[in-house]
């Protein structure tokens, strides 16, 4: 979306008056960078069947920004949990980014391809590509004969990797804290994931434009105390979970700010009925 130097500027400059009118321009520069990013998962979401089990996805767009290019592959491969390419077109020269799911290697790939693309780079879960664009529809046709070849059904299903399982008297901003010291996090180092059994749901409702959210109210450690929770684009399980229920949760906490105060709350992951009942 922008130079460096702005942000390079910013960290190292000395006077309060300049660092405050980087520090409005980067704010402005990522608000911007945020709205494009959601226009073009819009674009490129309503070219997609959700329900359909894709292996590779390839889509291209005239005016996109480089910059962002890698996020928004990495969000729909997340989603659909399969190699992502998404690239700008020019005339004479298409270029973007991919990303990849643990079971492809996706830079592996791309090397016994390399006679059908100008320039590459990256590792196994993200890289780079230049190609021309007489040479995309082969090098898709190929890549997809190339996954299909590694295709593993068991290997290739959705996996999720859990760091720890924690008590659910443990939920707290101690524990927040904690994960906190590990920022930044990206590619190379994940947000910690944890998994919790026995939540008793106290409330389950609907949220969100077009009601696309679950968001619940859970009791923690035999009820004696509550935290929010929200799954997004969880809808589906809205009428699998009722009301009373005790379930097991994976999640990534997060502190969510609203109207001046804070409170923690459970991004989840995945959620499921527990075996056990409080």
């Known amino acids: ?11 190292l400059g000395k006077d309060p008056v300049q660092a405050r009118i980087l520090a409005l321009e980067l704010e402005s520069t990522n608000t911007a960078r945020q709205k494009i990013t959601q226009q073009i998962l819009g674009e490129i979401r309503s070219t997609l069947e959700p329900e359909k089990d894709y292996r590779l996805i390839i889509r291209k767009g005239a005016n996109w920004p480089m910059g962002i290019l890698g996020v928004v592959a990495g969000k729909i491969a997340d989603e659909h949990h399969c ?19 643990q079971a492809f290697d996706l830079i592996s790939a791309v090397s016994q391809l390399d006679d059908l693309v100008e320039k590459y780079g990256g590792h196994s879960q993200a890289m780079g590509l230049k190609i021309k664009p007489e040479n995309l529809p082969k090098f898709e046709k190929m890549l997809e004969k190339l996954i299909k070849k590694n295709y593993n059904e068991e290997q290739w299903g959705k996996a999720i990797a859990v760091d720890a399982e924690i008590p659910s008297g443990k939920i707290d901003w101690d524990l927040f804290s904690e994960t906190r010291k590990m920022e930044p996090f990206g590619e190379g180092n994940r947000e910690p994931v944890f998994l919790s059994h026995n939540l008793l749901v106290r409330e389950i409702n609907l949220v969100g434009n077009g009601q696309k959210h679950t968001k619940f109210i859970f009791g923690l450690d ?20 009722v009301k009373g ?4 949760a994976v999640y990534n906490l997060k502190s969510n700010k609203w109207n001046g105060s804070q409170k923690l709350e459970l991004n989840i992951i995945d959620i499921k009925k527990s075996k056990t009942t409080l």
């Open 245 to 248: 229920e005790s379930v097991s």
């Open 1 to 11: 979306m922008d130079h460096a130097d702005l942000t390079l500027n910013l960290l």
């Open 83 to 101: 190699p992502v390419f998404i690239l700008r077109e020019n005339d004479d020269l298409i270029e973007g980014s991919g990303r990849s799911i």
């Open 222 to 241: 035999n009820n004696k105390k509550i935290i929010e929770g929200i799954f997004f684009k969880g809808a589906d399980i809205f009428s699998q979970i």
